[in-house]
């Protein structure tokens, strides 16, 4: 085959060279515009898994860059005055000319053909290439000439950085955060050579602006930032290789990713993308070179694997682009956590979070790395850190303690843990009236270890149920039910017992889920209130009617006569739901509320009527006993609530004395496209619990106790409430600790002879998948 490589970086050098070592028929070039042995950038940096493939790929290019490369395992924090480090963690450094360079020098030998200083800006110059790489970087001119089909998705992020350089030597990856009048900066330093250490410094547009920087030229701005860093710099000057670009080196980064990778060319040649013209990933992670690196050795993989004929190379193409798009995808999303989380750092944890917790919350960032999977790289750092985080909740134990099993107090009640079973409607009420069903699906759970158990929405009224299987507190005899759950509980187990009440608005008189979810009944539909006329399902659902002040006096005294009678039944925890699109949700989300007198419009207007719920009903209830609010912090529809909105209906629960955010999103409208994932709502209880400075409960896909603890570590909730897990297994809790070795955990007196045959079964699992593995 006839090859062309457009762009001599990583991608390009490393996949002709490559390609080479498969064929020396092959006919390869690589294009560069700059000249021979010579390029600009600090250091790069990739995994140790990327090694190892280069290593079985190139073991001569492997071994001159092992020679060239620094190696670490540590992280360093450097934060409010102190230093904290944790190892394990395995990356390579080296310098990006050094790195390229040996690729150069490889190619030669191989004989590839470099050709440079030629700025190759269309692939229809090389009319008799076979296959035409296009990885000509970033502003890929390639990309840009058949963007219609390469359908590329630039994204530029807010932030401001410069990529700057020092003499002064680190012996770990350090991250250092300085705080000015104007907000936080970070910088990420790492060494890539016997000499030299990168040093790119990072912060908001608003920072940045306020301190002049977009004004300053490039002496102004290493002069501030060597200021800035005075203390970890320690008297090294800060470098620049930037000269090239005109006025500020301050850039912002910019996400690219693209629907197609490859195409046929007016001349009959392949063009297909590779590295930053196809995919880019934030240097928050690092991942830059080494999805370079993969894509080349893909690619070569696939021709070796489906032929290195031209009659081939389609097949070729069409394998590479389906099986790197899932990888590279998934790297993204990484890159795309942890460059989000330091966009936002600076506003959502530098200030809340001590430097601990911040630590914690920084090695995760990226959502890649979870709780059980740092015990494999620092079991030390992290048993200290468990041991930190049992002491604030009041545990002064000499062994770790699991995040998700330390105690917490709310008011005056203390859940034995943080897991909480989640309020999961089981349509099996009659009458509204809870039964022996309840009692033993509730039963059952609170004896499986959670600290708090809910029992689903309990309706304010007959009217506000969202089926006639749906249970009620209404009614005296639904009072009694409940104490006898309640009850129950108390007596047999140590969890508490919450009960939510709500109001199904236009989603109520509708069929058990089983009989079709949100269909109206056949028939003995009853009338239904929204905050404005509303069919939930269009053209199917009834219509509601929006509800007059009459309606509203009504109905809150419902809700207060509710509260008083969870009280009644011995609930130690009460809930308001505000979410999923029932009754007081469809007031809050401009989705559901067209109203044009005071209760619609704005945002206050909105929350209006829900706040006054709440006030009555917090009025109403104990002022020992906590009260939750869940919400919809997304409804994943454009021009409903938002996370930006969520922030702000939480602040607004809190002033009116709220104690926790029950932080969940959807079910507003079925126009709903929400974006799925382990722990994906997590987020919305992460941002409101730091920026709208009140605890929070996550939910959403959480599954596991390495879900449970990364989240309550990081401190992006204080409570993990967990569903479908506990309708499989109501010992969930008591599982998950067996399951990670916590054998402090206690067992109800009646189920102690299997405790350690479970630990037993669990960790004979996990020592031959250790076996195995090695």
Same mark, same amino acid.
């Given at each position: ?24 028929? *092959? ?20 995994? $140790?898994? %990327? ?14 860059? +092992? ?152 002496? =102004? ?14 008297? *090294?000057? @800060? ?20 629907? =197609? ?36 050795? +893909? ?23 389906? @099986?790197?798009?899932?990888?590279? @995808?998934?790297? =993204? ?7 989000? /989380? ?9 200030? =809340? @979070?001590? &430097? +601990? ?23 030390? /750092?992290? $048993? ?22 330390? &105690? ?48 689903? !929405? ?20 639904? %009072? ?6 309640? $009850?129950?509980?108390? %007596? ?59 309606? !509203? ?19 130690d925890w009460l809930e308001l739901h505000c979410a999923h699109g029932y009754l007081l949700s469809s007031f809050i989300s401009p989705l559901t509320n067209h109203r044009d007198d005071e209760y619609g419009g704005s945002l206050d207007n909105r929350l209006r009527y829900p706040l006054e719920v709440f006030k009555a009903v917090r009025a109403a209830w104990p002022a020992d006993k906590p009260i939750s609010v869940r919400i919809s912090a997304h409804d994943w529809v454009e021009g409903g609530i938002t996370p930006d909105d969520a922030v702000d209906v939480a602040k607004a629960f809190k002033a009116a004395g709220a104690d926790m955010i029950d932080c969940s999103s959807g079910q507003v409208s079925k126009k709903e496209k929400p974006v799925y994932g382990r722990m994906f709502q997590t987020p919305f209880a992460d941002r409101i619990r730091q920026e709208a400075g009140i605890p929070t409960i996550a939910v959403g896909a959480i599954s596991e106790a390495d879900h449970a603890n990364s989240i309550l570590a990081a401190g992006r909730a204080d409570l993990c409430a967990v569903a479908r897990p506990h309708l499989a297994n109501p010992a969930w809790t008591l599982t998950e600790a067996a399951k990670i070795g916590y054998t402090m955990q206690p067992w109800p007196r009646q189920y102690r002879s299997a405790k350690g045959q479970m630990e037993s079964i669990f960790a004979r699992e996990k020592a031959m998948a250790s076996?195995?593995?090695?």
């Amino acid at each position: 085959m006839k090859i062309v490589c457009i762009g001599g970086g990583p991608a390009g050098l490393y996949f002709g060279l490559l390609m080479k070592q498969l064929d020396q028929r *092959h006919d390869i070039t690589v294009v560069e515009r700059n000249k021979a042995y010579d390029t600009f950038g600090w250091g790069v940096v990739f995994s $140790d898994a %990327t090694m190892d493939n280069m290593r079985e790929w190139d073991p001569a290019t492997a071994t001159e860059i +092992e020679q060239a490369f620094n190696h670490w395992d540590d992280i360093e924090l450097l934060f409010k005055g102190r230093s904290i480090r944790s190892g394990g963690h395995g990356f390579v450094g080296i310098g990006r000319k050094k790195l390229l360079n040996i690729l150069q020098a490889r190619c030669e030998e191989l004989g590839v053909k470099l050709v440079f200083e030629t700025n190759a800006d269309s692939d229809l110059a090389y009319a008799d290439a076979d296959l035409i790489i296009a990885s000509d970087g970033i502003n890929s001119q390639i990309r840009t000439r058949y963007a219609d089909t390469f359908k590329p998705d630039i994204v530029t992020r807010p932030n401001r950085y410069i990529w700057l350089g020092t003499n002064r030597l680190y012996d770990a990856f350090t991250f250092d955060f300085q705080r000015t009048e104007h907000g936080w900066f970070q910088a990420h330093i790492y060494k890539f050579d016997e000499n030299t250490t990168t040093f790119i410094v990072e912060c908001p547009e608003h920072v940045w602006q306020a301190h002049g920087l977009a004004e300053a030229d490039q002496e =102004q701005s290493i002069a501030f930032c060597e200021n800035l860093f005075k203390d970890t710099l320690q008297g *090294h000057p @800060l470098m620049t290789n930037a000269r090239h670009l005109r006025g500020s080196a301050w850039l912002n980064f910019q996400r690219v990713v693209c629907e =197609q990778w490859w195409l046929k060319n007016a001349h009959g040649s392949h063009v297909v993308l590779m590295g930053d013209a196809v995919h880019t990933a934030h240097f928050a992670i690092g991942s830059g070179t080494k999805l370079a690196i993969e894509d080349a050795i +893909e690619l070569t993989r696939q021709f070796k694997r489906l032929g290195d004929s031209p009659d081939k190379i389609g097949e070729v193409l069409g394998s590479y682009q389906e @099986l790197r798009r899932v990888e590279t @995808l998934r790297l =993204q999303n990484a890159a795309w956590n942890a460059m989000e /989380w330091f966009e936002v750092c600076g506003e959502r944890y530098c200030d =809340q @979070l001590p &430097p +601990e917790q911040f630590m914690y919350s920084m090695l995760t960032r990226s959502q890649r790395i979870s709780h059980e999977n740092l015990r494999l790289r620092d079991k030390a /750092w992290l $048993d200290g850190y468990e041991k930190w985080f049992a002491q604030q909740a009041g545990v002064d134990s000499a062994a770790p303690v699991p995040p998700m099993f330390t &105690p917490y107090t709310v008011r005056g009640v203390t859940l034995k843990n943080r897991i909480v079973v989640s309020p999961m409607a089981q349509y099996s009420a009659e009458d509204g009236l809870a039964g022996d069903y309840h009692l033993v699906h509730l039963g059952a759970r609170a004896m499986g270890g959670a600290g708090l158990v809910f029992a689903e !929405m309990s309706c304010v009224s007959a009217e506000g149920r969202i089926t006639p299987g749906c249970p009620g507190l209404y009614r005296p005899e639904h %009072t009694q039910v409940f104490k006898r759950i309640a $009850d129950w509980i108390h %007596t047999h187990t140590d969890a508490k017992f919450a009960i939510q009440i709500g109001h199904a608005g236009a989603k109520a008189s509708t069929r058990l889920a089983w009989d079709g979810i949100d269909q109206p009944l056949p028939d003995g539909n009853w009338p239904i209130l929204s905050a404005s006329p509303q069919q939930y399902l269009e053209g199917v659902g009834q219509l509601s009617r929006a509800m007059t002040r009459a309606d !509203m006096e009504t109905v809150l005294a419902q809700f207060v006569a509710s509260t008083r009678a969870a009280h009644q039944a011995g609930a130690d925890w009460l809930e308001l739901h505000c979410a999923h699109g029932y009754l007081l949700s469809s007031f809050i989300s401009p989705l559901t509320n067209h109203r044009d007198d005071e209760y619609g419009g704005s945002l206050d207007n909105r929350l209006r009527y829900p706040l006054e719920v709440f006030k009555a009903v917090r009025a109403a209830w104990p002022a020992d006993k906590p009260i939750s609010v869940r919400i919809s912090a997304h409804d994943w529809v454009e021009g409903g609530i938002t996370p930006d909105d969520a922030v702000d209906v939480a602040k607004a629960f809190k002033a009116a004395g709220a104690d926790m955010i029950d932080c969940s999103s959807g079910q507003v409208s079925k126009k709903e496209k929400p974006v799925y994932g382990r722990m994906f709502q997590t987020p919305f209880a992460d941002r409101i619990r730091q920026e709208a400075g009140i605890p929070t409960i996550a939910v959403g896909a959480i599954s596991e106790a390495d879900h449970a603890n990364s989240i309550l570590a990081a401190g992006r909730a204080d409570l993990c409430a967990v569903a479908r897990p506990h309708l499989a297994n109501p010992a969930w809790t008591l599982t998950e600790a067996a399951k990670i070795g916590y054998t402090m955990q206690p067992w109800p007196r009646q189920y102690r002879s299997a405790k350690g045959q479970m630990e037993s079964i669990f960790a004979r699992e996990k020592a031959m998948a250790s076996v195995g593995a090695k």
